[in-house]
């Protein structure tokens, strides 16, 4: 039968499902399918806390959104265009967001009576008539896999069940014109101890995949063109890997050994187990009893002349404050992750938020100066991470790298960067010399101590959380030396604006609005930006990566526009330090959702300020 | 390790001006330490005391060694990560009873149940000093105190017993001023490969006075444990690599036996965390082409 092929720019499908039905692999898996045709993309995991709520309930729902173009995009999609629901709860919790005309494909067999009353439905929403106003296709999806697997030998009932994620997967795969290749050799793999399960899911996958070639309820294939992007070899990559990948960089980069304390802590984990899988790059992986342990750890590394990193989330930050000021005080490099999520305490584990920008500038007792910075995307969690240790090993300096849960887990295209061509870090560790060591005399161009490390002969030295004398390094209690010692931290962290690039705008010819963002809402911003301009509006946009210090000219592009807008997934604490320090009277659009902006509402709150 | 230059005990004293109160049991812990040192061998560059706060935590600035006096509690975990990074090291850790046992428990037991290769000793005088006095973990119960007026009501923990329970493979006793029988048990925890727990009982003489009296000053209540032997009258023969009898023997005190067991309770080879740790790392060398590696999994080309 032969099909008609529509042209479509770019589609956002959503695959929605229990906990265990595994959303999570289709999802990626079909991004890996469309990553190798060639289209630009951008993911969004939103998984719960629990890692098995109970069946067919609304708490268990797990979804995965991707967002696909024969164009350069920058999110995972404010709405989906195609939502599959593999029981009543996935479509309950996510039919809000379909368009009404959007596809809904739903696995029919899942919609028992159980099912249905479990989800809330007062009667079957497939056949009550209330989804009338969407394509929908309500495929038997779990019975039309059992049925294909049945001659299949040592493959129970349930695990026949449980492949109907690799039938919808086909089915999708079909209806985009996806390569079914890289999936049938994923699976040859995944499996490879179990050849029956590999058969059954192969045979599952090419299953949906035949169901939509020749069934008639789908009467339209749909085809989106690779996108024209920058030439190069690409990859996918999620934040949390990308930040892995940079952390080993900078160790090779710099020549020292990469040392992780972390406690498991979601979204930040995965950051522990990818740097644990790299030991040939000499990865030591300190998997502590708590934060504080974590933390400290690293500092031990640092001192001893490595590079010390803790990765974190923000109920896990709190904990590690105390030692940050340690690290403040001992002018030694460590590198703290936060891997930012919603709410205060606990919050929502899962979901993204970027409400700990005050926390980790401020929330050390005293005057103890931290330089952050911020990731924008997932990819560019791997040159932040550079740049944190970059900063940290020259400065000798703690430093707060801000990523978050939807950066962490999103993934993208990112084109494979020319190692070669990133910059060597030089350390310039103290060396043996005639006379007396002094560990607080510094660097005049960087304001930095000398990093004298344990097996430096004649260099032996005592360092202190208590106050020290300048120079010397000795306890003191003078108190102007005090005041002394506090500013010249404070200058040593300000003087970083020297060795980090200006703030570049994205400046459109007449505009007198700017939008200043900062980390991961970078994608949703500069979406909205370009929307508001393709309907002829003026605008221009700058990004953060410094949030301390910031760029040298921040205040001047500031106050080179007539209104500025400053959208954050907090309650404007960005905006706040942009009033204090720069004493630009900013607009703050402000929303805490656990989910990333969508392009739509950066347009509208744009629109409303010109 | 290598065996380095001759060294006297002098070369091992910084050039700080030692702080601790007159007649303080501290000195007595420092001027051993700073006479074994040379016996060890170590280049001093090679050696890093590591504290957290408290009095014993000044240690550090005393030593002519790389030093670092950090926060409440977290001295092990910062040795922990200095050990790892680097096992060339000979790491020392100094805290105290309220350092080790109230605020920095946790990563006490977790760097003894690691058998991480670091040096602990606890000193050991039941009181906090450096706060002027209130009462600690280790007090005995009904200590009067700056917090505990009416005196205290809350059981104390037997540091040996909780280092046993973690199942650290050396564990030691001595006192501040027994100065054979602190280099003995020193040496011997030098030695040890693996995590090395060493209370030694201190006189704070401004606030707890005399809490050791009994075994400090009354030194026919001292019972040293010798491997092989019968501990005095408790009926325990003496096993350094039993770990109940080395429980037994922790239980033995001045209250219920009229005696104070000193010297090495534990003494057993498991191999050390930090050398696991290595092991791991040198049977991984060899890939470590960072472009192979930012280029793994699915690759595709544009243009």
Redesign the interface.
């Known amino acids: 039968m032969v099909k008609r092929v529509e042209q479509l720019e770019s589609v956002v499908i959503r695959f929605a499902g229990d906990s265990g039905d595994g959303v999570q692999l289709t999802g990626s898996r079909f991004t890996s399918e469309t990553a190798l045709f060639g289209n630009d993309l951008a993911t969004l995991p939103d998984f719960p806390a629990e890692i098995r709520a109970p069946a067919g309930s609304l708490p268990g729902v797990s979804g995965f959104q991707i967002h696909f173009a024969a164009h350069d995009i920058l999110t995972p999609g404010d709405a989906p265009n195609v939502l599959v629901a593999m029981n009543p709860a996935a479509l309950k919790t996510n039919l809000g967001d379909l368009p009404k005309g959007g596809t809904l494909i739903a696995d029919a067999d899942a919609f028992s009576d159980r099912n249905v009353k479990r989800a809330g439905y007062p009667a079957n929403p497939l056949q009550d008539g209330s989804l009338d106003g969407y394509q929908v296709h309500a495929v038997p999806l779990t019975s039309l896999t059992v049925g294909a697997l049945k001659d299949i030998e040592g493959v129970t009932s349930r695990e026949a069940e449980r492949s109907k994620n690799m039938f919808a997967l086909g089915l999708v795969s079909w209806l985009f014109g996806r390569p079914t290749e890289p999936t049938i050799a994923f699976l040859e793999t995944k499996f490879a101890k179990r050849p029956e399960i590999v058969a059954a899911n192969v045979r599952a996958f090419n299953a949906g995949y035949a169901f939509g070639e020749t069934s008639e309820s789908f009467a339209v294939q749909y085809e989106v063109r690779p996108a024209p992007l920058t030439p190069g070899r690409y990859r996918q990559i999620t934040g949390n890997q990308a930040l892995s990948y940079g952390l080993i960089a900078a160790a090779k980069l710099s020549g020292v050994r990469l040392f992780l304390g972390a406690y498991p802590i979601t979204p930040a984990s995965g950051i522990l187990e990818e740097l644990a899988r790299h030991k040939s790059f000499g990865v030591r992986t300190f998997q502590a009893e708590d934060e504080i342990a974590a933390v400290g750890a690293a500092l031990g590394a640092s001192f001893g002349g490595g590079l010390g990193v803790s990765t974190s989330a923000g109920p896990g930050v709190v904990l590690k404050s105390e030692t940050v000021g340690l690290a403040v005080a001992l002018e030694l490099p460590l590198v703290i992750v936060d891997v930012q999520r919603a709410g205060p305490s606990t919050g929502m584990p899962t979901k993204p938020e970027q409400a700990d920008l005050l926390l980790v500038l401020f929330g050390r007792n005293s005057e103890s100066p931290v330089p952050v910075l911020a990731a924008a995307t997932p990819g560019d969690c791997f040159g932040a991470a550079i740049e944190a240790a970059r900063i940290a090993l020259r400065y000798r300096t703690p430093v707060y790298l801000l990523s978050d849960a939807y950066l962490a887990n999103g993934a993208e295209p990112w084109l494979i960067p020319d190692v070669g061509a990133i910059p060597r870090i030089d350390i310039g560790f103290a060396e043996p010399g005639d006379g007396e060591f002094l560990p607080y005399v510094r660097d005049p161009e960087t304001l930095a101590r000398p990093w004298a490390i344990p097996g430096t002969p004649g260099l032996e030295h005592r360092i202190s959380g208590l106050e020290k004398a300048n120079e010397t390094g000795n306890v003191s209690y003078d108190p102007e030396n005090h005041d002394l010692m506090t500013r010249l931290r404070a200058q040593k962290v300000a003087a970083i604006v020297q060795d980090i690039p200006p703030l570049d705008v994205d400046h459109q010819e007449g505009a007198d609005v700017l939008v200043l963002s900062w980390g991961g809402t970078y994608g949703p911003v500069a979406a909205g930006v370009r929307r508001v301009r393709r309907s002829g509006g003026r605008v221009s946009h700058a990004h953060l990566r410094w949030l301390n210090p910031f760029p040298r000219n921040t205040g001047d592009v500031l106050r080179s526009y007539d209104r500025v807008l400053v959208p954050e997934m907090n309650l404007g604490q960005l905006l706040k330090l942009v009033r204090a320090e720069f004493l630009v009277d900013a607009h703050g659009y402000n929303r805490l959702r656990g989910k990333p902006f969508k392009a739509s509402e950066i347009a509208s709150a744009v629109r409303a300020l010109l | 390790m290598a065996a380095g230059p001759k060294l006297t005990a002098k070369e091992f004293k ?1 050039d ?1 001006e030692v702080r601790w109160c007159p007649g303080c049991g501290d000195y007595a812990i420092l001027a051993s330490m700073q006479s074994l040192m040379p016996e060890l061998g170590l ?6 005391f ?1 504290s957290g706060i408290g009095c014993a935590a000044r240690f ?2 005393y ?9 409440h509690g ?1 001295a ?11 096992p ?2 000979s790491v020392w850790v100094v805290t105290g009873d309220g350092d080790a046992l109230s605020i920095g428990g ?2 006490l037991i ?1 760097a003894l149940r690691r058998n991480v290769n670091v040096k602990i000793l606890l000193f050991n005088n039941q009181i906090y000093g450096l706060t002027k006095g209130q009462y600690s973990p280790t007090s005995v119960r009904g200590t009067v105190s700056g917090s505990t007026p009416a005196g205290s009501v809350d059981y104390p923990f037997n540091p040996l017993s909780v280092a046993l329970g973690a199942e650290a493979t050396f564990v030691a006793r001595a006192i501040d001023t027994d100065k054979p029988g602190l280099t003995n048990v020193l040496r011997r925890a030098a030695a040890h490969r693996g995590t090395a727990f060493v209370e030694i009982y201190q006189n704070c003489n401004i606030y707890n006075d005399g809490a050791f009296d009994f075994a400090r000053e009354q030194k026919e209540n001292r019972l040293y444990l010798e491997h092989g032997s019968p501990a005095g009258e408790t009926g325990i023969v003496h096993d350094e690599t039993e770990l109940a009898t080395a429980f037994a023997l922790s239980r033995v005190t001045y209250e219920t036996h009229g005696v104070v067991p000193l010297g090495v309770f534990r003494a057993v080879e498991r191999d050390s965390y930090d050398d696991l ?1 290595q092991a ?2 040198d ?6 082409d ?2 192979a ?11």
């Open positions: 910084s700080q280049e001093r560059e090679r050696i890093v590591i550090p600035y030593m002519q060694t790389y030093g670092m006096h950090s926060i977290r092990p975990a910062i040795a922990t990560g200095l050990a790892v990074t680097r060339d090291l946790n990563n977790h740790v791991q790392l049977a991984a060398r060899g890939k470590d960072l472009a590696l930012v280029a793994s999994g699915d690759t595709w080309d544009v243009g």
